[in-house]
């Protein structure tokens, strides 16, 4: 019996794993799980069957290589892989530089493998070229968060903080079917009197908890802020002590909303001035505001300034640092914390230090043990790199791991005209997504309950993912392929021990300095330990953290320098700006990059649905799951007027292209927005590849269509 937690998302619920027989077994059964911290022993149905692929025949277990002219894939030794991969690599850096290669990570990969991942692009390959699909996730929550109050951690509270909150405004996020544990929290905060606001164009299961429900055309989350704000300051509910205290720029924020009536955001968003007054009533009156936003909000290309206007409310009100109240993003993925933490984002180094600051290059390159100049500057953000590659100017080649990008990347079937123009693409993965089906070599990796390594959850707390069994044969984790690659490209590996952490016996002078080391670590531990000393002094600063408080603490929450206790509250003293205050950000509505138009009359947005995870890879091929296929939700009177029927295929259009499939009549929805889940090819034919200026966003949850029967 081993504890570990769930592969899928960022809740990382507490899960025990036992063998029967060949089968593996989620159960909560310890007492550790009983108790928990994010689900005190409840999953959800991904959870529940999450061992579905262990054994299954969908799994990849030998690595494969296509013939580029025939198209047919034949098994390959990972001798053959691994040298036929880093041959071209290498012929490739040789023939048009170091970023003719690019690698694109993912938010499920552990802690370990995003810094390895990292340091791999940046010292192996010497390319400036990786990214990863946490740009698409909760990208522009992190741009907010970094501009207002200096740092980026997803909720800078924990969890179970929401149950003692008054009024809990969720901006965006349908948690009753993402992270469905997590909706315990608003049923007791309404057990005990507090008010649950959901602000959604679609009337979801966590709408259905609410004690007001807004309903908005998507894309005006921007003016439903402004306009609250406007009521707020109009009634003089905004905290003037805590503003002059703790804060700057609010007198910016506050010319700029007198202008937004309520009528006149009802005009653009379609809730009712009356709706509006009431929630302003509703948070005026309330001694602690909690405001958490999710893609609902934040996949816009104005996701950054949408999430900025729904902090000022939440600053104006005097909330972030106060006791069970503040702003938070409710992250994604498994690990989409700790993921953007630690180096495979284009701009970043590990420690969230950025990438283009000379003090955090000198510190990385010292861990590393190589020369500062050589760590690459800034390379191009998710999409664009997708956009880029095998044009001229761009990457030749492409490595993926943890990412299925031709179903989740916007305007796919570009992406995919992107791949096939490269020389050479790469996937690691442990079946054959849709991506891998494109490529020229595919890896097969282990999955969670085979491998050991950190996650760090939406809380920001670090938790342990415990290996449970070994991987079937012909299986390598990540961190070997890694470390295989890097090998063969003769890539130093130096770590200087003396910047490590772990020496506290041995005198500064006298620790050892392995410069220039050849051999890759593979062991998730060591691999943390590296990760603590170059994550050291910076934003997210682990040096404190070790597997072993992990297992003793049921995580702990970052930033943790060494000696802390860790910090599971953030910004009750103090905010991270150089001054110390949280900053309020004046931002304008412009609404969605694509406005409707006579030919594209509707609103298309795109999500989630409660038994299928992200592009499916995973949850289509574990069969105990209900896989009902995509689907075009509308409303009646829609479906009316196009003469459509529930079950009956429609078709939606698009700039990009057309998705035909079956209608599903709901009256949940607005009669002016269809949804699609994008868990199935199909969604991202559609959506449109606007970008946000400062996260670089893709605008997933709105773009101008066109339904017929
Ligand atoms: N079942 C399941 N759970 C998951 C995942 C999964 O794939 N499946 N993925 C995980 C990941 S990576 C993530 S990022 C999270 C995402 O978790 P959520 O953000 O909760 O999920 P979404 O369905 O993408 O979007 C939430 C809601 O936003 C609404 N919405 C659409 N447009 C707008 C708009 O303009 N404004 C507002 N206010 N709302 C809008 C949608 O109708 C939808 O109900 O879920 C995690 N959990
Ligand atoms: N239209 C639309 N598109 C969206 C969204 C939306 O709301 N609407 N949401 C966006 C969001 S928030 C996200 S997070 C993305 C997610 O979309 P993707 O990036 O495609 O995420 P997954 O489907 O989880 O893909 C992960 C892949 O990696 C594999 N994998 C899992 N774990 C590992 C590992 O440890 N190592 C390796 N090598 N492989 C692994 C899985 O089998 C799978 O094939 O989609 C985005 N796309
Ligand atoms: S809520 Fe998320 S972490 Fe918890 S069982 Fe479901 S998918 Fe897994
Ligand atoms: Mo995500």
Redesign the pocket.
């Known amino acids: 019996m081993t504890d570990t937690h769930c592969p899928?998302?960022?809740l990382q619920c507490g899960m025990t794993l036992s063998r029967k027989g060949p089968r593996l077994e989620v159960s909560v059964r310890s007492q550790k799980n009983r108790h928990s911290p994010v689900n005190e022993g409840a999953l959800?149905r991904?959870g529940w069957t999450a061992a579905g692929l262990r054994g299954s025949r969908e799994r990849l277990t030998t690595p494969m290589v296509r013939d580029r002219a025939t198209g047919e894939w034949s098994a390959a030794t990972w001798d053959e892989a691994l040298d036929l991969i880093a041959a071209k690599l290498a012929e490739l850096r040789d023939v048009h530089g170091a970023d003719a290669n690019a690698v694109f990570g993912g938010?499920g990969l552990t802690n370990e493998k995003a810094y390895q991942l990292g340091k791999f692009a940046r010292v192996a390959l010497g390319t400036s070229q990786i990214d990863y699909n946490g740009r698409w996730?909760?990208s522009s929550a992190a741009s907010a968060g970094n501009q207002a109050f200096g740092v980026d951690r997803g909720l800078p509270f924990p969890l179970a903080d929401i149950e003692q909150t008054d009024v809990c405004v969720l901006?965006?996020?349908?948690?009753a079917?993402?992270?469905p544990p997590a909706a315990r929290h608003l049923d007791r905060l309404r057990e005990r009197g507090g008010r649950v606001v959901v602000?959604?164009?679609?009337l979801?299961p966590?709408g259905e908890r609410a004690d007001l429900f807004l309903q908005?055309v998507?894309?005006?989350?921007l003016p439903l802020a402004l306009g609250v704000l406007h009521l707020l300051d109009a009634a003089g509910a905004v905290d003037e002590d805590y503003i002059a205290e703790r804060t700057t720029g609010f007198q910016d924020v506050r010319r700029s909303v007198a202008a937004w009536w309520p009528e006149m955001v009802e005009r653009v968003s379609g809730v009712e001035a009356a709706q509006l007054r009431e929630l302003a009533d509703l948070l005026a009156g309330a001694e602690k505001v909690m405001v958490l936003t999710?893609?609902?909000?934040e996949?816009?290309a104005q996701g950054t300034a949408t999430v900025l206007a729904w902090l000022n409310v939440a600053l104006a009100l005097g909330m972030p640092g106060r006791p069970f109240s503040g702003y938070g993003c409710?992250?994604?993925?498994g690990n989409?914390q700790g993921g953007r933490e630690h180096g495979q984002k284009a701009d970043q180094l590990p420690g969230y230090r950025m990438i283009d600051d000379p003090a955090a290059r000198a510190h990385v390159a010292g861990v590393w043990g190589i020369d500062p100049e050589t760590i690459p500057g800034k390379g191009r953000s998710a999409y664009e790199l997708l956009d880029a590659l095998g044009t001229p100017d761009g990457p030749k080649s492409l490595l993926v791991f943890g990412s299925n990008i031709v179903v989740s990347a916007p305007n796919a079937s570009h992406v995919a005209s992107r791949l096939a123009d490269l020389d050479l693409l790469v996937v690691a993965d442990m079946v054959m997504s849709e991506t891998a089906a494109l490529a020229d070599v595919v890896l097969p990796v282990t999955q969670w309950a085979e491998e050991t390594g950190t996650m760090t959850n939406l809380e920001g707390r670090v938790i342990l993912r415990n290996q449970a069994i070994t991987p079937p044969d012909g299986v390598r984790n990540d961190l070997d392929v890694i470390a295989g690659l890097a090998t063969r490209l003769e890539a130093p590996a130096g770590v200087r021990r003396d910047v490590l952490v772990d020496y506290p016996s041995v005198d500064r002078q006298e620790r050892p300095v392995v410069s220039g080391a050849t051999r890759w670590q593979t062991d998730p531990e060591e691999i943390f330990t590296e990760l603590r000393a170059a994550s050291k002094g910076g934003k997210a600063d682990y040096s404190g953290i070790t597997y072993d408080r992990i297992r003793e603490e049921d995580g702990v929450f970052w930033p943790c320098p060494e000696g802390s206790d860790g910090t599971p509250r953030l910004f009750t003293d103090t905010f991270f700006h150089a001054d110390g205050r949280a900053r309020f950000v004046d931002v304008a509505h412009r609404g969605p990059a694509e406005q409707t138009t006579a030919d594209f009359p509707l609103h298309l947005?795109?999500?989630?649905?409660?038994?299928?995870?992200?592009s499916g890879a995973q949850t289509r091929r574990i069969k105990e799951l209900p896989d009902d296929g995509i689907f075009v939700e509308l409303h009646p009177l829609l479906a009316d007027r196009v003469g459509a029927h529930d079950g009956d295929p429609v078709v939606v259009r698009t700039a990009r292209g057309e998705l035909k499939a079956p209608a599903r009549i709901v009256t949940t929805i607005r009669p002016d927005t269809v949804?699609v889940p994008f868990?199935w090819v199909g969604a991202n034919r559609l959506t449109n590849d606007a970008l946000d200026p400062s996260s670089r966003m893709p605008e997933f949850?709105?773009c101008a269509a066109a339904v017929t029967a």
């Open positions: 899928y998302c960022s959800c991904k938010g996730c909760m901006v965006g996020s349908n948690l079917e993402t992270m602000i959604d164009p679609r979801t966590t908005p998507p894309g005006t989350d999710a893609r609902g909000a996949q816009h409710l992250t994604g993925q989409g947005t795109t999500g989630r649905v409660l038994a299928q995870y992200q949804f868990h949850k709105v």
